[in-house]
C-alpha cells in the first residue's frame, strides 16, 4: 500500500506551504492569539500562525508527527499535544482553531467545539464541502455563523 493512499484512508490531507499561508492568512489571525490547530500534521499551519505571531497549541495523534512538530517548533511558541482529537479537552481559556482536521471526525469535532462548555472565540476550518453544507444547514447553536469561505482544489494536498 503506497503512502499516500495509506495516509488518506487515515484521513490525513497534508496541506502544501501555499494553500497554508493563504488560510491562515484569510483566517485574519493576530499577534497573541492562541490557537489551536488540530490534526497538525507535519505544521504547515503551525508555522504560518507562528509567522502571525499566534500562540500555538498544534495537536495531533500521530507520535511520529507529534516528535516532527516539537523539533520543528522547539524554539517558538508552540506547544505540542499528543491526542485523539475526539478525546481532547478543550483549553480552559479562550481560543480560536484555524485547522485542516482529519474528515472522518468533521461532525463529532463540530459538535464538540460548539458544546456550551467550549471556551472557542472563531474557527477557520478545512473542511469537504458536503460537511460545509451539511453543517450550515443545520447550525447546532444560534451564537455561531457558519459560512463557506475560500474554495480548496485538490491539490492543496
Same mark, same amino acid.
Do not use: C, F, M, Y
Given at each position: 500500500m503506497s503512502g499516500q493512499r495509506s495516509r488518506r484512508q487515515r484521513g490525513w490531507y497534508p496541506? &502544501?506551504?501555499?494553500w497554508a499561508a493563504r488560510i491562515v492568512a484569510e483566517s485574519g489571525v493576530r499577534s497573541g492569539e492562541f490557537?489551536?490547530?488540530l490534526g497538525a500534521g507535519h505544521g504547515a499551519l503551525t508555522a504560518h500562525?507562528?509567522?502571525?505571531g499566534a500562540r500555538v497549541l498544534a495537536v495531533?495523534?500521530?507520535p511520529g508527527r507529534a516528535r516532527h512538530l516539537r523539533s520543528r517548533f522547539a524554539e517558538e511558541d508552540v506547544r505540542v499535544a499528543e491526542a485523539d482529537l475526539l478525546a481532547f479537552r478543550w483549553p480552559r481559556r479562550p481560543f480560536r482553531v484555524v485547522a485542516s482536521p482529519p474528515y472522518q471526525v468533521t461532525s463529532a469535532l463540530? /459538535?464538540?467545539l460548539l458544546t456550551p462548555e467550549s471556551r472557542l472565540l472563531a474557527a477557520d476550518l478545512v473542511l469537504? /464541502?458536503?460537511?460545509?453544507?451539511?453543517?450550515?444547514? /443545520?447550525?447546532?447553536v444560534r451564537h455561531? &455563523?457558519?459560512r463557506a469561505g475560500i474554495t480548496l482544489p485538490r491539490s492543496a494536498s
Open positions: 496541506l &502544501t506551504d501555499d490557537v489551536v490547530d500562525l507562528v509567522a502571525a495531533e495523534l500521530h463540530i /459538535r464538540s469537504q /464541502r458536503g460537511a460545509v453544507h451539511k453543517h450550515a444547514k /443545520r447550525a447546532p455561531w &455563523t457558519l
